[in-house]
């Protein structure tokens, strides 16, 4: 079965910087599409980015530009590199596989999710 570990969460101050880590377990990386998704207090999981195998990588519009996704499939890691944050970044943010789409039903596999806190 394939498990996600999400890391990498903190408090931030505006304007800072974080990347988030989702390592992958039970499963080569490059076997599944990979996606990041948030969730901000009495709000709706929402996308932020998805790679797919093929390394094609879709960005949500209020992150395009600042975030950056990456894959390493050595590591079967794949990476969140989140700069110039905002307070509307606050969020738990969580990894997913098997899955392609904005909606939470398109994917298979979940992490815990990690918190990022952003400071205005």
């Known amino acids: 079965e394939v498990q996600l570990v999400e890391s990498g969460g903190g408090l931030v101050q505006a304007g800072g910087s974080l990347r988030l880590s989702c390592v992958v377990s039970?499963?080569?990386?490059?076997?599944?599409?990979i996606g990041w998704f948030r969730q901000a207090p009495g709000k709706e999981r929402e996308p932020v980015s998805y790679i797919s195998v093929s390394y094609s990588i879709i960005y949500d519009d209020s992150v395009e530009g600042r975030f950056t996704m990456t894959r390493h499939n050595g590591k079967n890691t794949v990476y969140l590199e989140m700069n110039s944050l905002k307070a509307e970044d606050t969020a738990v943010y969580y990894c997913?596989?098997?899955?392609?789409?904005?909606?939470?039903?398109?994917?298979?596999?979940w992490g815990q999710g990690t918190l990022v806190t952003v400071s205005s």
């Open positions: 039970g499963s080569p990386i490059d076997e599944y599409a």
């Open positions: 997913a596989a098997d899955g392609w789409g904005r909606l939470v039903t398109e994917w298979n596999y």
